[in-house]
């Protein structure tokens, strides 16, 4: 895309656009791609192979997509953290609701996170700073004291179609149905669990596991995904193609499926919660364009990953999205074409939109119990988790980066005025008292256990040899 003249790139970066590095199929990617857009911010879409992966793990310590490589040559990793960079570096036109209630529950639903950069990249005032406005740096004084060891940021700037974030210095910078289908047959084996693979949350990270169980569980969908990932992320093996199709569907369906948590008693439950999101977008999106009102927000976009990438092209959940969410495809697309000017005179949300009852009810009875047992299984140790959805028990990898996603989230409502922690809580309450009550008293937690960082944190890196995974545990 191009939303910025060539003067206004080459003034600044030497005409060098932003690259995203990943795949046209890849979930979290989508989420960022659709960010950059909205934002009309100039970039190039690199289409990732294996060298490309690797070679960008090196750089962010992350074996994951997408990855973001700045014009300066710094590097961003995270879908959640690099929409934050760009929400405080580029603010304008913002995702975020300026109702500070309103943006929790936007990033209960979307399961957002804050950059943690520090000393590696952008500063945090930076990023965290309510009061940091487009062309200005924090201050030295500040950025002295919240990363000692990093050089000063120059200057912080933006304009329509191109932002700016001038160099830091260098070094690692990162910033840390109404019918259920059938079983597929190969789901009946027993399953060999990968303790050091993990699972993730709601929009982002509960609908992780739906969506792989939906591509890699029925042959119809794997068999075009594993097409498409052997002829794309896989063109530079030098194998035959149909040798790489059938590493990749293997490897999916080992470290998706049976590894994480999907067996033959689980596999309706995945069903039913991608049923549950169907309706429940229908039925937010019917009366109005987004799901908090009149302009995206973050909650979309941590819908639209998983919606466009995923649900929206895999064959069996195509299907069943054009049947149960019409409304949800017009989003979709309604997402995929925003730039700033469709929406930037668009009036905030300043309070909850009608119909977002069923989805908080799924984040409050689905995905906050699921980052409470990793909390606690991380804490003891172990390797893996058991947790009760809907009256089934998963298995899973126990996940460090669900457990920082926790600690984020009470960083978040923790540090709400009174009364937008009250006005948050009075519409959590609107689902249920008990249920609510239970999500409340978790958000409120002092925590316990480890505070989990991003990586990239100057002592991390130097610790680290090799990439984390995509869950933030070693390869
Ligand atoms: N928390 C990360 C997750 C990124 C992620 O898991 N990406 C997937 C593709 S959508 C990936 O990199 N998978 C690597 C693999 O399969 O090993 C984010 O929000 O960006």
């Not at 995203?20 to 990617?29: K, V």
């Not at 009174?418 to 609510?436: E, I, K, P, V």
């Given at each position: 895309?191009?939303?910025?003249?060539?003067?206004?790139?080459?003034?600044?970066?030497?005409?060098?656009?932003?690259?995203?590095?990943?795949?046209?199929?890849?979930?979290?990617?989508?989420?960022?791609?659709?960010?950059?857009?909205?934002?009309?911010?100039?970039?190039?879409?690199?289409?990732?192979?294996?060298?490309?992966?690797?070679?960008?793990?090196?750089?962010?310590?992350?074996?994951?997509?997408?990855?973001?490589?700045?014009?300066?040559?710094?590097?961003?990793?995270?879908?959640?953290?690099?929409?934050?960079?760009?929400?405080?570096?580029?603010?304008?036109?913002?995702?975020?609701?300026?109702?500070?209630?309103?943006?929790?529950i936007?990033?209960l639903?979307?399961?957002?996170?804050?950059?943690?950069?520090?000393?590696?990249?952008?500063?945090?005032?930076?990023?965290?700073?309510?009061?940091?406005?487009?062309?200005?740096?924090?201050?030295?004084?500040?950025?002295?004291?919240?990363?000692?060891?990093?050089?000063?940021?120059?200057?912080?700037?933006?304009?329509?179609?191109?932002?700016?974030?001038?160099?830091?210095?260098?070094?690692?910078?990162?910033?840390?149905?109404?019918?259920?289908?059938?079983?597929?047959?190969?789901?009946?084996?027993?399953?060999?669990?990968?303790?050091?693979?993990?699972?993730?949350?709601f929009?982002?990270?509960?609908?992780?596991?739906?969506?792989?169980?939906?591509?890699?569980?029925?042959?119809?969908?794997?068999?075009?995904?594993?097409?498409?990932?052997?002829?794309?992320?896989?063109?530079?093996?030098?194998?035959?193609?149909?040798?790489?199709?059938?590493?990749?569907?293997?490897?999916?369906?080992?470290?998706?499926?049976?590894?994480?948590?999907?067996?033959?008693?689980?596999?309706?439950?995945?069903?039913?919660?991608?049923?549950d999101?169907?309706?429940?977008?229908?039925?937010?999106?019917?009366?109005?364009?987004?799901?908090?009102?009149?302009?995206?927000?973050?909650?979309?976009?941590?819908?639209?990953?998983?919606?466009?990438?995923?649900?929206?092209?895999?064959?069996?959940?195509?299907?069943?999205?054009?049947?149960?969410?019409?409304?949800?495809?017009?989003?979709?697309?309604?997402?995929?074409?925003?730039?700033?000017?469709?929406?930037?005179?668009?009036?905030?949300?300043?309070?909850?939109?009608?119909?977002l009852g069923p989805l908080l009810v799924m984040v409050c009875d689905d995905y906050l119990p699921t980052l409470a047992?990793?909390?606690?299984?991380?804490?003891?140790?172990?390797?893996?988790?058991?947790?009760v959805c809907r009256?089934?028990?998963?298995?899973?990898?126990?996940?460090?980066?669900?457990?920082?996603?926790?600690?984020?989230?009470?960083?978040?409502?923790?540090?709400?005025?009174?009364?937008?922690?009250?006005?948050a809580n009075a519409w959590l309450m609107t689902c249920g008292a008990a249920r609510a009550q239970a999500a409340l008293d978790l958000l409120a937690?002092?925590?316990?256990?480890?505070?989990?960082?991003?990586?990239?944190?100057?002592?991390?890196?130097?610790?680290?040899?090799?990439?984390?995974?995509?869950?933030?545990?070693?390869?």
């Amino acid at each position: 895309m191009s939303a910025a003249t060539a003067d206004d790139r080459s003034d600044q970066r030497g005409g060098i656009p932003m690259r995203l590095h990943g795949l046209d199929l890849s979930y979290f990617t989508g989420k960022v791609h659709a960010c950059l857009r909205a934002k009309g911010l100039e970039h190039e879409f690199i289409e990732m192979d294996t060298r490309d992966f690797r070679r960008c793990a090196a750089q962010t310590g992350v074996a994951q997509m997408p990855q973001l490589e700045l014009p300066d040559g710094r590097w961003l990793t995270d879908s959640s953290a690099i929409v934050e960079h760009f929400e405080q570096a580029c603010p304008e036109p913002t995702l975020y609701p300026t109702q500070g209630a309103l943006c929790f529950i936007a990033h209960l639903l979307a399961a957002c996170r804050a950059l943690d950069v520090g000393a590696t990249g952008v500063h945090s005032d930076a990023v965290q700073g309510a009061s940091t406005k487009l062309g200005r740096a924090p201050s030295e004084a500040a950025q002295h004291r919240d990363a000692p060891n990093s050089p000063p940021a120059q200057r912080v700037g933006a304009k329509r179609g191109v932002c700016v974030v001038a160099p830091l210095g260098h070094g690692p910078a990162m910033a840390g149905a109404p019918r259920l289908a059938p079983i597929p047959v190969w789901l009946q084996r027993v399953p060999r669990p990968k303790p050091d693979r993990l699972l993730k949350d709601f929009a982002d990270e509960w609908l992780w596991r739906p969506a792989m169980y939906y591509r890699w569980a029925f042959d119809e969908d794997a068999s075009l995904a594993s097409g498409r990932l052997a002829r794309g992320l896989l063109r530079d093996v030098p194998v035959p193609v149909a040798l790489r199709r059938l590493y990749i569907r293997a490897r999916q369906r080992r470290l998706f499926l049976r590894g994480d948590g999907v067996t033959p008693a689980t596999a309706p439950v995945l069903q039913a919660v991608y049923h549950d999101t169907l309706d429940a977008l229908q039925g937010a999106l019917g009366t109005r364009p987004f799901l908090l009102g009149q302009r995206p927000s973050q909650a979309d976009l941590g819908f639209f990953g998983p919606m466009f990438r995923h649900f929206s092209t895999d064959p069996t959940p195509a299907r069943l999205l054009r049947e149960r969410a019409p409304a949800a495809a017009q989003w979709l697309a309604r997402m995929w074409q925003q730039q700033p000017a469709a929406f930037e005179q668009a009036p905030e949300p300043q309070t909850l939109a009608a119909g977002l009852g069923p989805l908080l009810v799924m984040v409050c009875d689905d995905y906050l119990p699921t980052l409470a047992s990793q909390e606690g299984g991380l804490k003891q140790g172990a390797r893996q988790v058991n947790w009760v959805c809907r009256g089934v028990t998963f298995t899973v990898p126990v996940n460090p980066y669900q457990v920082h996603c926790l600690q984020q989230l009470r960083r978040r409502y923790q540090a709400l005025k009174d009364a937008h922690r009250q006005q948050a809580n009075a519409w959590l309450m609107t689902c249920g008292a008990a249920r609510a009550q239970a999500a409340l008293d978790l958000l409120a937690q002092p925590g316990s256990g480890q505070t989990i960082d991003r990586p990239g944190s100057p002592h991390d890196a130097a610790r680290r040899r090799r990439p984390l995974d995509r869950q933030w545990s070693p390869t």
